[in-house]
């Protein structure tokens, strides 16, 4: 049961990253529109999250492991999109 509670929570905080991502990723070309997402929390989140993944791995908790893989391909797309739309602009 606890299990069940685990991967219930880590859905959840694997789902609130997704929206975002899919904003941003249909906002790629428009840096304009994203202007007002921090790439230092976004890189901060990449880095918990690598630590959030290798904890779960190792305390082999895979609610752990799955939000942070979900969490952190998410922060990783965002960063990436981010990155080139503002290196776009500056050209």
């Known amino acids: 049961m606890i299990e069940a509670v685990g991967y219930v929570g880590s859905a959840g905080a694997a789902t609130m990253w997704i929206p975002q991502a899919l904003r941003a990723w249909r906002a790629r070309h428009e840096a304009a529109a994203l202007a ?5 929390a976004y890189a901060i989140a990449v880095v918990f999250n690598v630590l959030l993944v290798t904890y779960g791995a190792t305390t082999e908790a895979p609610p ?12 990783t797309a965002i960063v990436a999109v981010v990155l ?5 602009a500056a050209r």
């Open 36 to 40: 007002g997402i921090s790439l230092t």
């Open 84 to 88: 080139g739309a503002r290196q776009r």
């Open 64 to 75: 752990v492991v799955l939000a942070g893989a979900v969490n952190l391909v998410c922060a």
